[in-house]
């Protein structure tokens, strides 16, 4: 296991050095080196040892060893097939943490988890896949109770976003989870320095979807359909992306009691709910 006295920088540098490695920009690899910074992602994740946490992206395992320290067991899920098994050599005195070399959109989380059904998620997320890991474990069987999300600035503030400022990621993710974020990371805390500046996000997972509808997947054809063309008024994107005329749109958004001049940003998720359920009951006759 990594020496925790020795600076996060150091062992970066020094594994990379001592494997002959390179970070990989085709997987957006940019590893962590700021101690202050990794203390805050475990201590968000409150973890004790009861805790099982798949780590998604371990890199060269320095967040993998705090994890390891104070969870009950660690799943460390790494694409990277020569990273995977550096983590293999460093971390073998670690007993409670697995590596696996997959790509986490490919298993499931029942597969990594071997039985058990409460976890947590922590990663240090590339900026490229980071939609699609978010909605992977938003929407998974079994979900995790709590994830902490290292992304990039300008998604994490579109993430937590209030109406006036939604996009189709923000109403996918609130949906199923209440994201705030932590703290402001500057991009001279990773090695190589990445352009931009990250954020750590802490998803609380509901319970229930945050709005009641009959059909999940139509609600979110109605929002993908509203955000089809977000500077166009909403009657507009919709008419467009649905191929219904604008008089029927702004017919269904009266009876849904929204402003057809409004665009899809300003919306709320209770909105997005009413305007689909107007939508259904249209289409039931």
Request: charged share 25%; aromatic share 6%.
């Amino acid at each position: 296991m990594p020496n925790k006295e020795i600076p996060p920088s150091v062992q970066v540098k020094r594994l990379l050095r001592q494997f002959g490695l390179r970070a990989k920009k085709t997987l957006g690899q940019h590893f962590l080196i700021d101690e202050t910074v990794l203390q805050t992602i475990v201590e968000a994740a409150e973890l004790s040892p009861d805790d099982t946490v798949i780590e998604v992206g371990p890199g060269l395992g320095i967040l993998t060893a705090e994890l390891a320290r104070r969870a009950g067991s660690v799943v460390a899920v790494e694409i990277d097939a020569k990273l995977a098994s550096l983590l293999k050599r460093k971390l073998v005195s670690a007993s409670n943490v697995r590596i696996i070399n997959a790509d986490i959109l490919k298993v499931s989380p029942s597969q990594l988890l071997g039985g058990h059904s409460n976890y947590k998620v922590v990663a240090n997320l590339p900026y490229y896949i980071t939609s699609p890991i978010l909605r992977y474990f938003l929407e998974a069987l079994p979900k995790p109770s709590l994830m902490i999300m290292m992304v990039q600035k300008e998604v994490g503030e579109a993430i937590v976003a209030v109406p006036g400022k939604m996009s189709l990621l923000a109403v996918s993710l609130q949906v199923y989870s209440k994201p705030r974020i932590i703290c402001h990371v500057p991009s001279r805390c990773f090695y190589p320095q990445p352009k931009v500046d990250s954020v750590i996000l802490r998803f609380d997972l509901l319970p229930e979807p945050a709005v009641r509808v009959a059909d999940m997947n139509g609600f979110f054809d109605v929002v993908r359909a509203g955000f089809s063309s977000p500077r166009k008024q909403l009657h507009n994107s919709l008419a467009h992306s649905l191929g219904m005329k604008p008089a029927e749109i702004s017919l269904l958004l009266e009876k849904a009691r929204i402003d057809s001049k409004r665009r899809a940003e300003t919306l709320s998720l209770e909105e997005w709910a009413k305007l689909y359920e107007v939508f259904a009951a249209s289409e039931r006759g």
